[in-house]
């Protein structure tokens, strides 16, 4: 039992001392640095160019490259002076990524889904909201305060009940665990991204309607969701009711902003 008062008081300081806020003010808890999560950002990075297929079609690069440049430009600081590298991937999938250093992937899958600059700035402008929010950090260090948390409980447990009984109550409290800390926040993540991207989506010029649009082609694309609660994502209608409620406080923004004019 003292270990596990011990354990607690050691995860609670933790806890305190790595607080930040995010890019909109929210709490959170960051506990690695930012050069570790960079180092394992461009590791995955690395992989992902060696696994997937690469696209050489220079008009798709250009296209792609010419909408992150006008993002970029519109990025707070330290975000627009830092290097990003950005891959088009030759694949169906209707996906991009950013990852921590500064490594963008978009999937030729997307640009067909995307109906025009604006929609593809959309998903772009989110994903590198997801690196300026630091969500990996937050995401790993979540899951191991949980870890901790599970494994302390694991100690509480195991000296008060019978090994069969005990192994019940830690299933149950792995869902619990699941269900109530680790997806919502990664709901929390999305609906962030998706405020930040059409923030800077707007500053660079692209209307931040289309990002409502986007999310519409999106969900015809998919098949059957998920339940919102069970799901690392907001449901399409609540993203779509968000994006569209964001979007009219952007519009100024979009309309003072300097026209994009990156083409196909």
Partial sequence: MRTLKYGLVAAGLLSLVACTQSPTGRSQLQLFSSN????????????????EKVSNDPALNRYVQC?????????????????????VFDSEAVNAFA????????YTGLIEVAENPAQLAAVIGHEIGHVIAQH?????????????????GGLLIGQ???SEEAALVMGALGVGVQLGYLLPYSRIHESESDELGLGYMAAAGYD??????????MAQQGGPTPPEFLSTHPSPQTRI???????VDAMQTYQQAPKANCRL
């Fill in 208 to 217: 931040p309607r289309e990002a409502a649009e986007l999310w519409r082609n």
């Fill in 241 to 247: 009711e968000k994006l569209e409620e964001l979007a």
């Fill in 136 to 152: 990996s950090n937050e995401r790993m260090s979540n899951q191991f305060a949980a870890g901790l948390g599970m494994q302390l």
């Fill in 36 to 51: 570790e999560i960079a180092q394992l950002g461009a590791q995955s990075y690395s992989a992902l160019k060696e696994q």
């Fill in 160 to 162: 008060e009940m019978e």
């Fill in 99 to 106: 990852l921590p250093g500064g490594n963008i992937g978009v």
């Fill in 67 to 87: 909408i992150t440049d006008d993002l970029i430009a519109a990025l707070p600081a330290p975000w627009a002076q830092q290097q990003w590298q950005v891959t």
